[in-house]
Each structure stands twice: as C-alpha cells, then as structure tokens.
C-alpha cells in the first residue's frame, strides 16, 4: 500500500495498473500485521528461523471459551474485496497450499519453526508476528476479503520464499505466518508480483 511500515520505517508502493485500480475503487484494505500484532516503527529486522514443528492456532480471534481476543480497530498488506460476494466457495484447489501448511478444515493452523521468529539481536519476537496474524484474518473476515495481496520475502506475509534465519540476506522457500494463515483460512494469496493471477482470481470469484 506504500505506508512506511517496514522494520527500517521505510514503503515498498506497488503502482502496477490492477492494484491502482483497486484503489481507485475502494476495494482495498490495509493492514499491516506486524505493526498491528505490537511491533514498533522502526524495529529491529526479524526473520524466521529454520523450520520445525507446526504450531497449531487456537480458533482465530477467540480463546479456549470462545471469547473475542482480536482487536476490532486492527487495521496485512493489502488485502482485496470482490465487488459482490461469490456463489461458490474460494477455489483452493487451484492454488496449492502454503508450503509447510497445515489445513485443519474447521480453523486454521501456521508453521511456527521451533526456533521461533527472532531479531537480528536474538529477540523472540514470536508472539508479536503470531497475534499480527490473527488480527490479519479477523479483519479479513470482518470485511468478506476472498484475496490478499502480501509483501514477498517478510517473515509475517511472504507466499513463496522467505529469508532464511542468517540475516545475510538468503532467500529460501517458504511461507510468511499471516501468509499461511490466511491461505489455511481459504483466502487466495498473491505476492505483489503475482498482480495478473490474482486479477485472474478474482474475475472468477466474480463470475
């Protein structure tokens, strides 16, 4: 959405034609799921660390006894609103799951590697990314997003490659936490550079 709201405090715009007409249109929602889970601008830089056993999400935006925890003023990238509401449920099945995903049918589940999300500094900043996350899916739901548009290479929203834990400056494959929520969740994810598929998608969610 080009708000400046990466960890070094500065934007990343996407100004190709379909995201510009989307905003044009007012279809679009902003959120930012680290800034949202408690995480501060500027902040040190974060990145999962390598992978380990999955983390299984208490039902989101509820505790144990089915109490609200998500905070209804939270405002992940950008994710997109279809105009009308489609008749047939999201088509999953024609993008394959978040690598290291798992779909548990009823609520949604995101990898946490055993090592957690850290700063560069060694800081656990686990439970920040976790919350960011939830509060990521509350509001897509709130507001009926079918897609999300999410930032490449971040820990909380990257789709298909991640860095790898060495702050060297590594990519590998793998999915950001908000990303893997959101796709458990049934949402069509994109990265920034996927701008003609999620058009395509979501021509067919509106058809």
């Known amino acids: 959405m080009g708000r400046p709201v990466r960890y070094d405090a500065t934007a990343k ?3 190709d034609d379909p995201f510009e007409r989307w905003r044009a249109e007012g279809r ?3 959120v930012c799921p680290e800034v949202s889970g408690g995480l501060p601008v500027p902040r040190p830089p974060a990145e999962l660390a390598p992978a380990g056993p999955f983390l299984a999400l208490t039902p989101v935006g509820r505790d144990a006894a089915g109490h ?3 905070d209804a003023t939270a405002t992940s990238d950008s994710p997109l609103v279809p105009k009308t509401t489609p008749t047939r449920e999201g088509r999953t099945g024609d993008r394959p799951a978040a690598a290291n995903t ?3 049918g009823q609520e949604p589940t ?3 590697p055993e090592a957690r999300i850290v700063t560069d500094t060694g800081e656990d900043v686990t439970d920040e990314f976790m919350r ?3 509060i990521a899916l509350e509001t897509a739901r709130r507001a009926g997003i079918r897609i999300a548009i999410l930032k490449e290479s971040s820990p909380s929203c990257g789709s298909h490659r991640v860095y790898d834990g060495t702050f060297s400056g590594t990519q590998v494959p793998g999915t950001g936490v908000t990303a893997a929520l959101l796709t458990s969740a049934g949402i069509g994810v ?4 996927e701008l003609p598929e999620a058009a395509a998608y979501l021509a067919e969610l509106e058809s």
């Open 102 to 104: 798992v779909v548990s």
């Open 13 to 15: 715009p996407v100004t």
């Open 110 to 112: 995101v990898p946490a």
């Open 190 to 193: 994109f990265s920034e550079e």
């Open 132 to 134: 960011g996350a939830r």
């Open 68 to 70: 609200t925890q998500a």
């Open 28 to 30: 679009l929602v902003s």
